[in-house]
């Protein structure tokens, strides 16, 4: 994703070439994003040329980043307990439990709030995550065979990113009962919904839904924001995170920097200027800043700030696995644009989704009586 222009990317891509390596480049674990023209067939020579200089350096900066963080320990789901329920979480609550969902929503975003990512555990139930990854993985093969054969254009079926070699970022249509299931299971049974809607309100609009995909190879990426702390300005994002798979180190865990959500972590983090010890203010921060991975159980969640610093690692797996998260984005519906494209099927992001009617038509699914919202979107997909 991108707060700042491709012109303004490209520049400091090329101006860290002759320097020390150490650039700003906003974007989502999904990578900066760049123009489909940077990764279509209809490229020129040049600009793939550019493209893979990019990657490159990008890499390059990925590695000494991760020479930075050596102290990283995995998220862990915080002890929520609310008077009257059950263990906290998610499906694997008891019916009586999930009652409590709104109580427990106010308790996981105090902490998204002061850490900026929080874990839920038990969002998904795992045979629907083990379904969802078959129906995904089988979409992606569809897409990718559209794509090859000419019948539709990337940017239909995938979000555009860098370092996109063993990565994709897959846009998901609605519809299909598995995928509104898996909703049901996330958004409604879970205190995903009461989590975001404490935070933003059930007028949050829906700006994300896709699924990423991180196989063998992928390399690490940059830590970065999705999003630019703005002064004055509360939060823009929530990105919630949910493993189809148990996601162990080697599969490349997402890295998130603790409390780094906050205007005096992002003018560090823009400061590459050298101190006297030689190094600059925004390596000391990746250096020093309580680091945490995100190593999830399938069916887990993490949700966080977009404006946390963050990025995906590389997946070093030795047997093939590959990472898939299903995920979703909420956004303050305050906000005009976010500062970056939204990884989401053109058709859904134009209906501005609010989460409160999401909610309702969810309800009504649970009780076998359809689904309103989700049926007219259904339409609309190509």
Not at 60 to 80: V, Y
Request: contains cysteine.
């Amino acid at each position: 994703m991108w707060s700042f222009s491709v012109v303004k990317f490209v520049l400091t891509i090329v101006t860290v070439a002759t320097s020390s390596l150490s650039f700003t480049t906003p974007s989502i674990d999904k990578g900066p994003r760049i123009k489909t023209s940077l990764w279509s067939s209809a490229a020129s020579a040049s600009d793939l040329l550019l493209y893979q200089e990019q990657e490159k350096l990008i890499v390059q900066r990925g590695e000494l980043e991760e020479s930075f963080i050596t102290d990283a320990i995995p998220l862990e789901a915080p002890k929520i307990k609310i008077r009257g329920a059950g263990a906290a979480g998610g499906f694997a609550k008891s019916s009586s439990s999930s009652n409590n969902n709104k109580a427990e929503g106010k308790e996981y975003a105090k902490v998204l709030k002061k850490e900026g990512v929080v874990r839920i555990d038990n969002v998904l139930s795992s045979d629907t995550a083990d379904a969802l990854h078959t129906y995904l993985y089988d979409l992606r093969k569809r897409s990718e065979e559209e794509v090859a054969a000419g019948k539709i254009q990337p940017i239909q079926r995938f979000a555009n990113v860098l370092l996109k070699h063993n990565r994709c970022d897959l846009t998901i249509p609605v519809g299909d009962e598995l995928v509104t299931k898996a909703l049901d299971e996330t958004l409604r049974v879970s205190p995903i919904g009461a989590t975001v809607s404490s935070i933003f309100g059930d007028d949050a609009i829906l700006h994300e839904f896709s699924c990423l995909m991180s196989d063998p190879g992928s390399q690490r990426q940059v830590i970065h924001p999705d999003t630019p702390y703005i002064d004055g300005k509360g939060p823009v994002l929530y990105t919630c995170f949910i493993a189809l798979q148990d996601v162990t180190l080697d599969m490349g865990p997402t890295v998130w920097l603790l409390r780094t959500h906050c205007k005096e972590a992002h003018e560090e983090f823009k400061d590459n200027s050298l101190s006297e010890d030689g190094e600059s203010k925004k390596d000391s921060l990746i250096r020093k800043q309580p680091a945490r991975l995100g190593l999830l159980k399938k069916g887990d969640c993490a949700i966080f700030d977009s404006r946390l610093l963050h990025c995906g690692s590389a997946n070093r797996s030795v047997d093939g696995t590959s990472r898939a998260l299903f995920y979703f984005s909420w956004k303050n519906s305050n906000v005009g644009y976010p500062g970056n494209p939204a990884s989401i099927r053109a058709e859904l992001g134009a209906a501005n989704v609010k989460l409160g009617g999401l909610l309702e038509d969810l309800q009504l699914f649970s009780k076998g009586k359809g689904t309103h919202i989700i049926d007219h979107l259904s339409k609309s997909m190509k």
